[in-house]
């Protein structure tokens, strides 16, 4: 459904994506994780024909977003990181400002608006100023608002950022409810609980993707193995065993311990570590790496490069 | 009509109005700005406050005096009791002109010489000054042949009453015959309007939408610049118009100032002008960055305009380089267009030179604009 092959994107001075090549298939949700400035945003404004590439293409639905980009926009719903719509229209000045700007038939129009305040769960507030919507109304309303034109392809630039946990909740029911209905989404967030629920995930760092596969594969291809355990000398713990070799990452929260290392068996070496120092360690188990082991190792290794 | 378009122009109108506070400033400014130059940017001096020095005290000296009185120039109601007095009030400003009549100015009449007279004048202000000295000369001048025929009628009885000057100049002011300022000031007002209106707040509209971050949201849909750009504009230059309709009422019942020529062809070519004024809004909003910035920057137009345009200054009396500089500023040939269709009745067949100019600034400025100007991030 979508595919950028080998894009670059400069401003001035600042290259903000390098070479970036991935595919996104139907009826996926592609997450794009990475920390900030690591050009997610701008990747998504290229895909939405907001930014020409400096250099390589990106097809979506089949279409070249440089050579036809009015074709491109038929296809896409984008909602931009900030909001977006006007915050002194009401809701629904808002969706039928967009309804006009997509060409919306004036029959249909009416239907059409009042099935998405029912998705959005809007239709009580639609005479309410956009400006007086809470954050998660503001963004159900910006989703709503990109929905008009029914795209096949969504593009979400963190939807969520700012949101109360139950908005963000309740924000990925609607997601989940359009993404059933067949339609390819793109998101990128900066919640690796999110990330997980996506079909596959991109990591970006510094511009360039540096793993893109199955939250599932991510994990099992890390080449790590990951260790929690608790400690009241957690932070003691921690600084005897940073070193070692085979430790990738220790970190500590309060009396809890995660430590990735290469092998499995370096769990019989740390602990004697620990022994020698009589630091007291009690639980040592191996557990299944999360993705935000990942994010932190890969991103280690790049960094190192 | 086009759909889009309509939309856009709804929007706009809707966050016209419901930003009540500038909604409001838009239709007072014109008011502020007329009764501010009708009133009180004027230069008509008339009745200057004026001492008088008399050390003579004669019949024929208190004539003089009576003579400056009755001109209207001169409102004379102190009288010093010394030069040096007369002097002070001049330095702390208590009067802006003094009449200086010497001992002995009755008797130099009598003896047939030419009597001195001594006039000082507050040159702080020099339109005031050059107006009071124009006049200190013309009574005085008037006065004097007044004597010189009553000695030629006491030397040749008889003759004195045929005794006429050789030349009279009988001046008659065409157009503005009481040489009202504000026959001047209400029709630059209107040109100052238009251009005030339409080049700031085109360019706070569209500079809005990008500080705001609206724009990323219209890029990706189907709307068309040119389409978000007029749209966006029209309900701006619908309320230039109405309140140049306002200036144009107010100028009537305030200062009894009334167009003599075509009301018709004084807004179509105001059209004409606005194209300039626009094209300067979209270059502006494609400068600034935020709304700040713009509003400095279509400030930074006004300037210009209002001192290039023959508004204030004359710009025959300016040095030569910056009448060059002058041919571009727009307002400069709106103002020819609107004294002239305003105070002189006239019509097209008047001014084909500024018309022609106003059709090859607007497209050019507009050009230039749209080049700068593009519906994208970057």
């Known amino acids: 459904m979508i595919s950028l092959s080998s894009v670059t994107k400069k401003f001035d001075t600042i290259t903000a994506i390098k070479d970036l090549s991935f595919d996104v298939n139907a009826g996926e949700i592609f997450g794009l994780i990475g920390p900030d400035g690591a050009g997610k945003t701008t990747t998504l404004r290229v895909i939405a024909t907001a930014l020409n590439p400096t250099a390589g293409n990106v097809i979506v639905a089949g279409v070249d977003t440089v050579r036809d980009p009015e074709a491109v926009k038929q296809h896409i719903g984008y909602m931009p990181q900030r909001f977006a719509l006007y915050p002194d229209l009401t809701v629904l000045e808002n969706l039928n400002f967009f309804a006009d700007l997509f060409g919306a038939p004036r029959r249909e129009r009416a239907a059409l608006i009042e099935r998405l305040l029912g998705f959005a769960r809007l239709t009580e507030f639609q005479t309410r100023l956009a400006r007086n919507l809470s954050g998660g109304m503001q963004k159900k309303l910006a989703l709503a608002a990109s929905l008009m034109h029914r795209p096949r392809v969504l593009l979400l630039d963190e939807p969520t950022t700012g949101v109360d946990p139950i908005s963000r909740r309740e924000f990925w029911d609607l997601l989940t409810e359009v993404h059933l209905q067949g339609v390819t989404i793109v998101i990128a967030t900066p919640y690796l609980d999110e990330a997980e629920r996506c079909t596959r995930v991109g990591l970006m760092f510094r511009g360039e993707l540096i793993a893109c596969d199955t939250p599932n594969a991510i994990r099992a291809n890390l080449g790590a193995v990951a260790l929690e355990a608790q400690s009241a000398q957690a932070k003691l713990a921690r600084q005897v065993i940073e070193a070692r070799a085979g430790v990738l990452s220790v970190s500590a929260h309060g009396n809890s311990l995660r430590v990735l290392v290469d092998r499995a068996e370096r769990q019989a070496e740390i602990e004697s570590a620990w022994r020698a120092r009589e630091i007291s360690v009690r639980d040592v188990r191996v557990v299944k790496p999360r993705l935000e082991d990942a994010f932190v190792l890969m991103i280690g290794k790049s960094n190192e490069r | 009509m086009n759909s889009r378009l309509l939309s856009v122009i709804r929007k706009e109108i809707l966050h016209i109005i419901r930003d009540r506070r500038t909604f409001a400033i838009m239709f007072v400014i014109p008011i502020i700005e007329l009764v501010l130059l009708g009133y009180a940017a004027t230069n008509d001096i008339r009745r200057l406050t004026t001492a008088v020095y008399d050390a003579d005290r004669t019949q024929q000296s208190r004539q003089l005096i009576e003579a400056y009185r009755a001109s209207d120039y001169f409102a004379i109601n102190r009288s010093a009791g010394s030069e040096d007095e007369l002097a002070a009030w001049l330095d702390n400003g208590q009067i802006r002109a003094g009449i200086i009549i010497p001992a002995g100015y009755a008797d130099n009449l009598a003896k047939g010489k030419t009597a001195q007279v001594g006039f000082v004048i507050d040159g702080s202000d020099p339109v005031v000054a050059s107006t009071a000295f124009a006049a200190s000369q013309s009574v005085g001048q008037s006065q004097g042949i007044k004597v010189l025929q009553e000695r030629i009628g006491a030397l040749v009885p008889g003759l004195a009453g045929g005794m006429n000057p050789a030349i009279e100049v009988r001046p008659r002011v065409w157009y503005n015959p009481e040489l009202r300022s504000a026959n001047y000031m209400v029709p630059a007002v209107m040109g100052i309007i238009l251009q005030f209106l339409t080049t700031l707040f085109t360019a706070l509209t569209i500079v809005r ?115 060059a500089v002058s041919y571009a500023v727009p307002l400069r040939y709106m103002l020819v267009i609107i004294r002239g269709i305003m105070m002189k009745g006239v019509g097209m067949e008047a001014f084909p030179e500024q018309v022609l100019a106003l059709l090859i600034l607007g497209p050019l400025i507009l050009f230039v604009a749209s080049m700068r100007f593009r519906k994208s991030l970057e």
């Open chain 2, 209 to 323: 939408e990008r500080e705001q971050g609206t724009i990323e949201q219209l890029v990706v849909t189907p709307i068309k610049s040119w389409e978000l750009v007029v749209g966006k504009v029209i309900p701006y230059v619908g309320i230039a118009f109405f309140d140049l309709i306002e200036v144009l009422i107010l100028g009537m019942v305030l200062f009894g100032v009334y167009v003599r020529g075509n009301i018709a062809l004084l807004l179509g070519l105001s059209i004409l002008f606005l194209l300039t004024t626009l094209g300067l809004g979209l270059l502006v909003s494609s400068i600034a960055r935020t709304q700040q910035e713009s509003m400095f920057m279509a400030f930074l137009t006004m300037l210009p305009s209002i001192f290039l345009s023959g508004f204030f200054f004359p710009l025959e009396a300016m040095p030569g380089w910056l009448q």
